[in-house]
């Protein structure tokens, strides 16, 4: 049922709808679904049936049938749910999700666009092979292999997050990707370098970062589109961490690292385990515990909450027990609870983050963290208890006005009368 106008809607321009949209949300607006361990089921809309074999998988965020083998994306559901053409389904689920489809002819900035993305997705690839070969071989990569050591990762878990090394000489890299037919422009488009003067191109480039561990980052299908680069010699002057810049390719309100691989997991065990550290995401993964994502740099953000949604409603944080980590705690749960994600919240007991927790003390050990999780509000009110002078009417009364600004935020009624009601010593 495909035509000609397929073309004009750029592909990423229906990645960008299918990301903003939940197929669940979508066939269960035509259909009743019902929930069958992480995935749903329903009689199948497309053949006459008694039992249900038609599978909706929130995961994949596809559906499929075992009954006639009718199978695809949202798009393709729509579509045939109301048999209308591809580029009605795709406009109808735009509208929904809040996307703005521009291109509606051929459009050669686009094109030249869509080509440069993926170049400088390809020269991430590169780059990222090229960076961990240096920490595999370069005899001036010592430092590198030691800190991998010294933090528990074999050369076997780096190469499984392609975890690379810029050299101290950063000349190094750029020969190596001169000689690899890359620009100056391209490398300056990537995030990697930077014009060493903005007014003037022909001054020359230079490279982001030196002596720094890289962790490539993934989008969520699976290519590399920055790097997260972490100190290896401690200078106050400049952060443990750099990200790579705002690039075409990079958006860090709509990136989670560690997502490409935690997407599967997430769906199995039907929660997601949210840390401060892309260490955190590595270590628990390279233990065994693999629902695990972390957001880059400060906060979560609305698009967070609606990729995370795909996979699971159900979110466990894990994030420092320090002022900062609490602050945190609250805006992602507000963020999330918006979205209609339940928050659940582990206590780290003080100056462990889940990297150290899980070496000091064994994963066991940190299940039992995991387990332990409490519901936002009991977390929320045994901080705050904790912290405010409850006899100080003052202090008492602004704490109850926030705890219950925060429970206003809560959708689910029911849910929201018992979270109420858990207050109730507090207001009194
Ligand atoms: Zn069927």
């Not at 030691?146 to 997050?161: N, Q, T, V």
Request: aromatic share 10%; charged share 25%.
């Amino acid at each position: 049922m495909q035509n000609y106008a397929v073309a004009l809607i750029p592909e990423e321009t229906i990645q960008s709808i299918l990301a903003q949209t939940d197929i669940v949300d979508v066939i269960s607006g035509y259909i009743p679904l019902k929930s069958a361990g992480g995935t749903f089921k329903a009689n199948c809309p497309f053949h006459n049936e008694k039992t249900p074999s038609f599978n909706v998988n929130p995961g994949k965020q596809f559906f499929y049938c075992f009954g006639c083998g009718e199978g695809g994306s949202a798009i393709t559901f729509v579509q045939k749910y109301e048999n209308m053409p591809f580029v009605d389904a795709v406009k109808k689920l735009a509208k929904a999700a809040g996307v703005t489809i521009t291109a509606a002819e051929y459009n050669p900035e686009e094109e030249r666009q869509r080509r440069s993305k993926s170049r400088l997705v390809q020269l991430h690839n590169d780059s990222a092979a090229y960076f961990h070969q240096l920490v595999r071989k370069s005899p001036d990569a010592q430092i590198a292999r030691d800190y991998l050591k010294k933090r528990g990762f074999s050369l076997e878990s780096a190469e499984r997050w392609l975890i690379g090394w810029m050299p101290d000489n950063p000349a190094v890299y750029l020969k190596w990707a001169k000689e690899k037919g890359y620009s100056g422009r391209e490398l300056c488009d990537s995030g990697i370098c930077n014009l060493k003067d903005a007014q003037n191109p022909r001054a020359g480039i230079y490279v982001n970062w030196r002596n720094r561990l890289l962790f490539p980052i993934h989008n969520d299908y699976g290519d590399i589109i920055g790097f997260s680069a972490r100190q290896l010699i401690n200078d106050p002057k400049t952060g443990k961490y750099i990200n790579t810049r705002e690039t075409q390719l990079f958006d860090k309100s709509r990136i989670f690292f560690g997502l490409n691989k935690a997407r599967r997991p997430i769906s199995k065990e039907k929660y997601a385990i949210l840390c401060e550290g892309q260490i955190d995401v590595i270590s628990l993964h390279e233990q065994g515990i693999q629902n695990v994502v972390a957001a880059l740099g400060t906060g979560t953000t609305a698009h967070h909450a609606r990729l995370l949604k795909r996979y699971t409603k159900d979110a466990v944080l894990c994030y420092d027990s320090d002022a900062a980590g609490h602050k945190a705690t609250t805006r992602a749960f507000k963020v999330f609870v918006t979205e209609g994600i339940n928050v659940r919240c582990v206590t780290m007991p003080e100056g462990e983050d889940p990297d150290s927790y899980i070496l000091g003390n064994g994963v066991e050990a940190f299940k039992k963290l995991l387990d332990d999780a409490e519901e936002f509000f009991d977390y929320k009110l045994k901080h705050a208890t904790a912290t405010t002078d409850l006899n100080s009417i003052k202090d008492r009364s602004a704490l109850a006005s926030d705890l219950s600004e925060l429970a206003q935020m809560v959708q689910d009624k029911v849910a929201q009368e018992m979270i109420i009601s858990k207050l109730l010593p507090i207001s009194a």
